[in-house]
């Protein structure tokens, strides 16, 4: 072990220090990065956190040297962390304002968390936003960044804040003294003790990525800010390029294009089935024609190869019909491909008529097929991982019959 008081290279601690130039999470806002340096060692700073009121606890790891009770450190923030941090936390008040002037002032913030290069913020509203409403606030977020507002914060009693205009957080407790953190005056003016740039022009850009709803009442919409911000459009710019590059067309002509390759392709896919099942189908007569006596039961079972499970009760349907009610019949077809079956039974009325149910023997075939199956007395289906217990589960069913089955 290590000396109380003691941290040694490589052990994850936690470090008080008498004057910190760290944040510590709150507000939203996710910790400061960094380091410590003494005579003989550094540590990465992790996370800071305020556990009690007056009390900044710095999780560290040490990469080299002891740590020890009164060991005079050099703290630094890392300066590229802090400043998206701060691009982060003022987007965040630049969205909020811009959501309140797109929607109304209703749009109250409900949470937020923030880090460098994203946001995200909860918002009071009761359905989602269009395309066109989300496009608007991005428009409005990145006006506000162009024109370079100021940033500015200042202390004043509760009292005083509220008089002002500025926007508080419902249920969060507030001193006798609070911050009030304006961009642009009171274009937007809300109580925060967060970082943040000195004008509005350093967020960089503000690319909003997602919006959605978190609960009845509530939306969530995010953002990347800064660099992140740049690089998502860069992304998005490099794969519109390469999208163009591969359908031999101009970025602007690009969603007709594709628009038009997906309809062809719904087409194509459709005359493909209907070529997949007249083929199917062209086999049902001999399959019904080929029908096993199973203790006087007409018992047809097949596998099928490749076909979905609409293809595996429409077969299964037409052989039970092909089969006719003179004498009782149940078809089992079972539709295998890769790694998962589908299983269809069909009873006719004699069947029925002499006990023999369509949900008892779907249960029966998706045994061996590692699933489970159900449905009503003439027709059940099922289904199951196990493709290869096709065969099993056909002879399974034909002993089931057998049972079951009205003598000769």
Avoid at 64 to 72: C, I, K, R, S, V
Wanted: charged fraction near 25%.
């Amino acid at each position: 072990g290590q000396p109380e008081g003691e941290l040694v290279a490589g052990v994850i601690g936690e470090v008080i220090l008498d004057r910190t130039a760290f944040y510590a999470e709150s507000g939203g806002q996710h910790a400061d990065a960094g380091r410590l340096r003494w005579d003989g060692g550094r540590a990465e700073v992790l996370d800071v956190q305020r556990p009690v009121r007056g009390l900044v606890a710095h999780q560290v790891r040490v990469l080299e040297g002891t740590l020890a009770n009164g060991t005079a450190v050099e703290a630094s923030v890392d300066a590229e962390w802090r400043l998206g941090a701060c691009q982060a936390h003022s987007g965040t008040h630049v969205v909020h304002a811009a959501l309140r002037q797109v929607l109304g002032p209703t749009a109250l913030q409900s949470g937020s968390y923030n880090r460098p290069g994203y946001l995200r913020l909860d918002f009071g509203w009761g359905s989602g936003l269009s395309a066109g409403l989300v496009r608007d606030v991005e428009d409005v977020a990145n006006e506000a960044l162009r024109r370079d507002l100021a940033v500015s914060a200042r202390l004043m009693t509760l009292p005083e804040a509220q008089q002002l205009g500025a926007l508080a957080l419902f249920g969060e407790t507030y001193g006798e003294l609070v911050r009030v953190v304006e961009i642009g005056g009171e274009w937007s003016r809300e109580l925060c003790g967060g970082t943040h740039v000195a004008r509005s022009s350093q967020i960089g850009t503000v690319v909003v990525t997602s919006e959605f709803s978190v609960g009845s009442g509530n939306r969530r919409i995010e953002a990347l800010v800064g660099i992140e911000g740049f690089r998502s459009l860069a992304r998005e710019r490099d794969l519109v390029r390469s999208l163009a590059d591969v359908m031999k067309a101009q970025p602007d002509t690009l969603v007709a294009r594709v628009a038009e390759l997906v309809a062809r392709t719904r087409r194509a896919e459709k005359e493909l089935a209907a070529a997949r099942a007249r083929v199917l189908l062209a086999g049902a007569a001999d399959l019904a024609a080929g029908a096993a006596d199973v203790g006087g039961v007409r018992y047809v079972g097949q596998v099928v190869p490749d076909v979905d499970a609409g293809d595996v009760r429409t077969l299964a349907l037409d052989v039970r019909a092909r089969l006719g009610s003179d004498a009782p019949g149940v078809v089992m077809v079972v539709g295998a491909r890769e790694d998962k079956a589908s299983v269809v039974v069909a009873v006719n009325d004699s069947a029925r008529a002499a006990g023999i149910r369509a949900g008892a023997l779907v249960k029966t075939a998706a045994e061996p097929l590692g699933g489970s199956g159900g449905g009503k007395d003439d027709v059940a289906q099922g289904g199951g991982t196990e493709p290869a217990g096709a065969t099993a589960a056909l002879a399974a069913v034909e002993r089931a019959i057998a049972d079951r089955a009205p003598a000769a």
